[in-house]
């Protein structure tokens, strides 16, 4: 299973960013789908989640200003990032827990990152 995301930029202060990934290889399906974020120096912190049911969990940083949401058929998640703030900047991963067959507990699966920065 490999995850690839788009999107990522530079944006000025207040501006609006559209995080997508795709999942692809052998899938049976997904589970969670979320996005994390890291800076230098910083551990690598939750940003919004997705559940199968469609439940959200978001970091208090970004609630208001970030959506997540996801396709299953397309095997996506997406982050809708708005009124982006200097620091929003970091690197942006997906994170997906795929099942590749009905049996399987699941594995979580890591896209490479996509870089966001904010000018002031």
């Known amino acids: 299973v490999q995850l690839q995301a ?11 960013l559209r995080l997508s990934c795709v999942a692809s290889g052998t899938i049976f399906s997904i589970k969670a789908m979320g996005w994390y974020r890291q800076t230098p120096g910083q551990e690598r912190e939750l940003v919004a ?3 199968t049911g469609g ?6 940083s970004v609630k208001g200003r970030f ?15 708005n ?4 620091e929003d900047s970091a690197v942006y991963y997906c994170n997906q827990l795929v099942m ?8 979580n699966y890591w896209g ?9």
Do not use: H
């Not at 788009?6 to 609006?16: E, K």
């Not at 439940?55 to 208090?60: G, L, S």
């Not at 959506?67 to 990032?81: F, N, P, T």
């Open 6 to 16: 788009s999107g990522g930029g530079l944006v000025q202060s207040g501006g609006s």
């Open 112 to 120: 490479p990152g996509t870089q966001v920065t904010v000018s002031s």
């Open 100 to 107: 590749r067959w009905a049996t399987d507990w699941g594995r």
């Open 49 to 51: 989640s997705i559940a």
């Open 55 to 60: 439940q959200t969990r978001y970091a208090d």
């Open 83 to 86: 009124n982006l703030r200097p």
């Open 67 to 81: 959506a997540i949401s996801r396709d299953d058929a397309k095997k996506m998640v997406y982050l809708e990032m």
